[in-house]
């Protein structure tokens, strides 16, 4: 059962409670009734004696006036005497007249009070209508004939039942009450838990230089709080040193890979180049293309996660020149998948970074000539519209299942992975076009239908007052996270 800690502890609180309660009720009545029974039987003693003494004194007449004035002296309850003989014949009798004309005692027990000499006491249900009597059968001195005395029990039941009626109403309201307090205890105990749950489930990868409030308590929610905290340091201490592992890695690989890009264009435009080593070396270059991408990728993801965000460059971009030039970076390996990838495009001038806006473009065409099967169709188109420029990327590929498109730029989704085996990735190009997009203060958004293919619809702010485009001259740069 996974109730709450709150219900669970108020619902312990409250069974503990009530078997508590019902405990002490239960042992209250019976020492209630069994006192009541006590007293009776002391009155009883009493009577007894005075009878037996005046019976012997005053003889068999003066039974019935003797008892009655002993009637009169205990005011209280219903009380029958009688005298029976050994056989069990009423002699004698007084008091209620229902009971106390029939013997009040059967044979055996009137056989046994004749035997002991320190009287029997005995509880039964007397008279027509079953009422009980607390009974006390002695043998009158020097005769064969005994006295009983009894009184009612009425009384005592009454008083008994008084108690319980009084406990089962009072019971369930302190329970009640005793619950209620404990409910609230119990919440004002976790509310701190609960405050640092909500701000440590708030604390995501990007935000891991926060620390959830520990409340100054000095108890163990003190410590669970200072745990925590300890816990998301040491996570950001390992993250950061991830983090700036890769951007060191990332960086490093740029510079080989830019001598090898540059040594095989070299030995390409060699005429003496045989060629199948023409083949080999294109291929290379490819290749060294693709892992430059992957590079850039990574260095971007890293600057991303740093502290000031992507550094982005403020300079005049021709988004028609962007298109153009990653078609043409992607020429060769649509053309050699049998895809045709095809570019339409006005110009539109944007306020942004060009190597950015190239790599962002880049990853999704990227994509289309990789998921998209041979003979398929890949089109980059770019266009103004109000206020902005709008670069799409659409091809006819097998399209993005419908549950996935939602998370698409998520980092690290992926379609189901026997589709991309073999295509690389690891699920972050979408995710740094998205960061590259919002850096620049513009939108991307995902279309697609399952069989039919794919639409990325990249939106970005275009310059007011566009001027000469001088991709040379940054006119400021801007930080964004
Ligand atoms: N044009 C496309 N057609 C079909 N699926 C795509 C397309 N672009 C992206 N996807 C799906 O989105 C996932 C995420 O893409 P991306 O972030 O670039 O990661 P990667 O390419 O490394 O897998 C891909 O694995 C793929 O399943
Ligand atoms: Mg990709």
């Given amino acids: 059962m996974s109730l709450p800690v709150r219900v669970r502890l108020t619902l312990w609180y409250g069974s503990l409670l009530e078997a508590m309660l019902v405990g002490l009720g239960a042992f209250l009545i019976v020492r209630l009734?069994?006192?009541?029974?006590?007293?009776?039987?002391?009155?009883?003693?009493?009577?007894?004696?005075?009878?037996?003494?005046?019976?012997?004194?005053?003889?068999?007449?003066?039974?019935r006036g003797v008892s009655e004035s002993s009637l009169v002296a205990v005011p209280r309850g219903e009380t029958a005497d009688q005298v029976l003989s050994p056989s069990g014949t009423v002699l004698q009798s007084a008091g209620d007249e229902a009971v106390s004309q029939e013997p009040m005692i059967g044979a055996a027990d009137l056989a046994r009070a004749r035997r002991d000499g320190a009287g029997l006491r005995l509880t039964a249900a007397l008279g027509a209508d079953r009422e009980p009597f607390r009974i006390l059968a002695v043998r009158l001195p020097d005769r064969p004939d005994v006295l009983v005395v009894s009184e009612s029990l009425e009384?005592?039941?009454?008083?008994?039942?008084?108690?319980?009626?009084?406990m089962l109403l009072?019971?369930?309201?302190?329970?009640?009450?005793?619950?209620?307090?404990?409910?609230?205890?119990?919440?004002?105990?976790?509310r701190p838990v609960r405050r640092m749950t909500e701000e440590a489930a708030a604390i995501g990868p990007g935000r891991l230089h926060e620390r959830v409030g520990v409340p100054r308590t000095r108890d163990e929610i003190e410590r669970l709080g200072m745990t925590l905290n300890a816990m998301l340091a040491r996570l950001e201490r390992s993250v950061d040193e991830q983090r700036?592992?890769?951007a060191d890695a990332a960086h490093e690989l740029r510079t080989p890979l830019a001598i090898m890009r540059s040594e095989i264009d070299v030995s390409?435009?060699?005429?003496?180049?045989p060629p199948a080593a023409r083949a080999v070396l294109r291929s290379a270059a490819d290749e060294v293309g693709r892992m430059s991408g992957i590079v850039e990728n990574l260095l971007t993801l890293a600057r991303m996660d740093e502290e000031g965000g992507l550094e982005i460059l403020r300079a005049p971009v021709d988004l028609a020149d962007v298109a153009g030039d990653v078609a043409r970076r992607f020429q060769a390996a649509a053309g050699s998948k049998g895809?045709?990838?095809?570019v339409s495009a006005e110009?539109?001038?944007?306020l942004g970074d060009r190597e950015r806006l190239l790599q962002a473009v880049a990853n999704l065409v990227d994509n289309a000539v990789k998921y998209t099967q041979p003979g398929g169709h890949v089109e980059v188109s770019v266009r103004a519209a109000p206020g902005r420029g709008r670069v799409v990327v659409a091809d006819d590929g097998p399209g993005i299942p419908p549950e996935l498109l939602p998370?698409?730029?998520?980092?690290?989704?992926?379609?189901d992975a026997v589709r991309s085996r073999g295509t690389g990735g690891a699920g972050l190009g979408l995710a740094i076009c998205r960061g590259i997009v919002e850096a620049h203060g513009g939108r991307i958004r995902a279309e697609s239908e399952p069989g039919e293919g794919s639409r990325f619809v990249l939106e970005l702010p275009v310059v007011e007052d566009a001027g000469p485009v001088d991709p040379a001259g940054p006119t400021g740069t801007m930080r964004v996270r």
């Avoid at 110009?347 to 944007?350: D, P, R, S, T």
């Fill in 33 to 63: 009734r069994a006192d009541l029974v006590a007293a009776i039987d002391r009155s009883l003693d009493t009577r007894a004696a005075q009878i037996a003494l005046d019976y012997t004194g005053d003889g068999e007449e003066e039974f």
């Fill in 155 to 166: 009384d005592v039941d009454r008083s008994v039942h008084r108690l319980l009626g009084l």
């Fill in 170 to 190: 009072a019971g369930p309201a302190a329970l009640a009450a005793a619950g209620g307090g404990g409910w609230w205890i119990a919440g004002e105990a976790l």
């Fill in 244 to 246: 700036r592992f890769v």
């Fill in 268 to 273: 390409l435009a060699s005429d003496r180049l």
């Fill in 339 to 342: 895809i045709v990838l095809g």
């Fill in 347 to 350: 110009h539109v001038v944007v």
């Fill in 407 to 415: 998370r698409i730029f998520d980092r690290f989704v992926r379609a």
